[in-house]
Structure formats: structure tokens, C-alpha cells
């Protein structure tokens, strides 16, 4: 993939995730901080679909974003074409790793297996 | 070769108002990485007028102390870009300083940052030559031929000023030396490189702009500018590679056509 594309896959991600970050804080302010932790709270925002899908989307646009600025951290750090290579496919991995890992918690929570 | 201590400030500010030659202490980093000579200073004192330039500086220590210190210059009018080294910290050209505005009884010179040093001041500019000639720096068209039928590709003054100022790039190398990027990522291409893409991709006349952006759009390119801005800083052409960086990124984000 030409690096313009990755690049514009990691700016859109970050301003989606700022933006719907934002709608997660602000959904904390529809009650008192305290409650919206309280565990019946939080199970229930699970339940909701249209929320669970918000966590969701948010997992993911976080973990591409974060795992790619990761990967151009490491890659501007030492050069070499098995490290690049390493580098790009372990961050892909990771990537996949943690949306899998929180995909099954959102998955199991909004299901109700605890 | 002395080591010699700063003027007292009452001297410090009679020699500044007499026309007597003030004395400085110019410190010149020397090493010789093929030898394995392991990087030292040596110091000088160096009688300097209010006009007198660090390369000339330099060159007084060739002709009276030393004259084994490497330093590569040529026109001594900041138009060659060969004697471009860091000054006091800074990169700048050395025959474009002058010793009077560094403010300073103490010179330091040293090799530019981001280069493999060949000896004492003088680096070896193989990659940035290298990455200029990668970026094509030249007018691509297929009509390029001058025939007897030619026309002069004609441009408004607005089509020029485009480009201009980056046409005004001795490849002196300082913007790559000032570039924090290029401290860490040895294959990157660099402000001087990227900004030369952008003078030609920018000029009406030529019709390489596809074959440029794939060369800049790497994992070395482009996106691995932090937009410091510290190449723009030290241009002593006046030249604004940061800014070359970001209106090229506009054409690889669609922003531009």
C-alpha cells in the first residue's frame, strides 16, 4: 500500500476517533461520573446496540491509529529492509490482535456472558 | 596553537568601538574517521575585523597555524554551497557569517549534523546529491527537444513565483543537517530533496509530477516530516523547504491538482 494511502488512513482515523471519543465523554455527562461506572451502567450501555457499535468503531479507528504512529515511530528509528518488513507486519498483527481481544469483550459483554 | 581566555568585558567593549582588530578564539573540530583519530578541537587565536567572515577566519589558521585543517569552500559568496558547517551550534555557510554578528569571543566550528564527516569540516555530500538527482531535478515533457520549430514554453509572472524561491537552492546542504528527521532516519529523503520535487512539480512547464509524487510517496518520503521547520531556518537563500513539504503533501492528499 503507497504510504499517501496509509497516511490518509491514519489522519481520518485519528479525526474520527476524536470525534467520537468526544460523544463517549459527553455520554459520561448524561449522568453523574460516578454512576455512569457503577457496573448495571456500564453492562447497559453494552446492551445498546447503537453504543456498543460506537465502542466498536472506536477500538478500531484507536488501535489503526496508534499501531500505525507506533510502526513510523519505530521505522524512524533504524532502517533496514527485514526490520521495516518486521516492523510493518508486526504492527498489523498487533492491530488485529487488540481489535479481536476488545472486539470479544464488547461481543461478550452486550450478549451478557460475563 | 594557544588556548587563550575571553576578553575581559571593559577590553570586550573598547575593542568594539575602536577599528583595532579584536582577537577571537576559533575552535575547530577535527577528527579523521579513516584514520580512527577520534573527534578533538583545536583552538586558535584569530586577530578579526568587524567584516571578517568565519571562513576567512578558518582560513587565516590554513595560512599561519595549521594548514592541515580540511574545510571545503570554493566561491566565498554564498553562491557554491561548499562551505556550508555548524557555527557556534548553527548551521550556516561559513563565508556568509561573519564573525561580528555571532556576538560571541568563543567560535566553535563543527561538521554538519546528518553527514559521514570525510575530515575535520569537511562531509561527504554522496546522499544528498544522490536523493537531488532521485527527485529528477529537471524539466520532463515530451516537446522538450529544442527543434527548429520550438517555442519558448512561455509563463505568467504567477507561474513563476511558484517555484522560484526554490529554484534559489545551492544544495549546500544545511536544511538537511538542521532536519531532526534526518538525525534518526538515514534513508530519509530530506527537506533539500523534497523541496526540489516540489520545485518542478510545481512548474507549469513540466509534466513529471506523477513520476515525482511515487518517488516521494515511500516510507522514507515525504510523511516522515515532523514540520519542524528548522530547514527554513537555516537556508541562507532564503529558501522554505518546510513549506515545499507541506504544499507537496497537499497534491498526495488530493488538496491540490
Known amino acids: ?114 | 596553537m594557544a588556548v587563550v581566555e575571553a576578553p575581559k568585558p571593559s577590553e570586550e567593549s573598547n575593542t568594539k568601538t575602536s577599528s583595532q582588530p579584536n582577537t577571537i578564539t576559533l575552535r575547530i573540530a577535527r577528527s579523521n574517521p579513516s584514520e580512527g583519530q577520534e573527534p578533538s578541537f583545536s583552538e586558535f587565536q584569530i586577530p578579526v575585523q568587524k567584516w571578517t567572515t568565519v571562513l576567512e577566519a578558518i582560513l587565516y589558521v590554513k595560512q599561519n597555524f595549521d594548514h592541515s585543517v580540511a574545510v571545503r569552500y570554493s566561491c566565498r559568496q554564498a553562491s557554491c554551497g561548499s562551505c556550508g558547517m555548524k557555527i557556534n551550534g548553527r548551521p550556516a555557510l561559513a563565508c556568509y557569517t561573519k564573525v561580528s554578528e555571532l556576538n560571541s569571543n568563543v567560535i566553535t566550528v563543527e561538521p554538519m549534523n546528518n553527514f559521514p564527516i570525510i575530515r575535520d569540516l569537511a562531509v561527504d555530500f554522496k546522499q544528498l546529491i544522490s536523493n537531488h538527482k532521485k527527485m529528477k531535478p529537471f524539466i520532463i515533457r515530451e516537446d522538450s527537444e529544442v527543434t527548429p520549430e520550438s517555442k519558448e514554453f512561455i509563463q505568467t509572472p504567477q507561474d513563476l513565483e511558484k517555484f522560484l524561491q526554490f529554484s534559489y537552492c545551492i544544495k549546500c546542504g544545511l536544511c538537511n543537517s538542521a532536519c531532526p528527521t534526518m538525525a534518526t532516519d538515514t534513508s530519509f529523503i530530506g527537506p533539500q530533496g523534497l523541496a526540489q520535487a516540489y520545485r518542478y512539480v510545481a512548474d507549469n512547464r513540466d509534466k513529471g509530477k506523477d513520476d515525482r509524487l511515487k518517488i516521494v510517496d515511500d516510507s522514507h518520503g515525504i510523511w516522515r516530516c515532523h514540520f519542524a521547520g528548522s530547514c527554513s531556518q537555516v537556508c541562507p537563500k532564503g529558501v522554505d523547504p518546510a513549506m515545499a513539504i507541506q504544499l507537496l503533501r497537499g497534491y498526495l492528499l488530493g488538496f491540490r491538482k
Open chain 1, 1 to 114: 500500500m503507497r504510504e499517501s494511502i496509509i497516511m490518509k488512513i491514519h489522519y481520518g482515523t485519528a479525526l474520527g476517533a476524536v470525534a467520537l471519543v468526544a460523544v463517549h465523554i459527553l455520554m459520561r455527562m448524561s449522568q453523574k461520573f460516578s454512576d455512569s461506572l457503577q457496573y448495571q451502567n456500564v453492562i447497559t450501555n453494552y446492551h445498546f446496540l447503537p453504543y456498543a457499535l460506537m465502542l466498536e468503531a472506536i477500538l478500531i479507528l484507536l488501535s489503526v491509529h496508534g499501531f500505525n504512529g507506533l510502526r513510523v515511530i519505530l521505522l524512524e528509528l533504524k532502517q533496514g529492509s527485514t526490520y521495516e518488513k518486521m516492523i510493518n507486519y508486526g504492527s498489523l498483527a498487533a492491530m488485529a490482535i487488540l481489535i479481536a481481544y476488545g472486539s470479544r469483550t464488547i461481543l461478550m459483554a452486550g450478549m451478557g456472558v460475563s
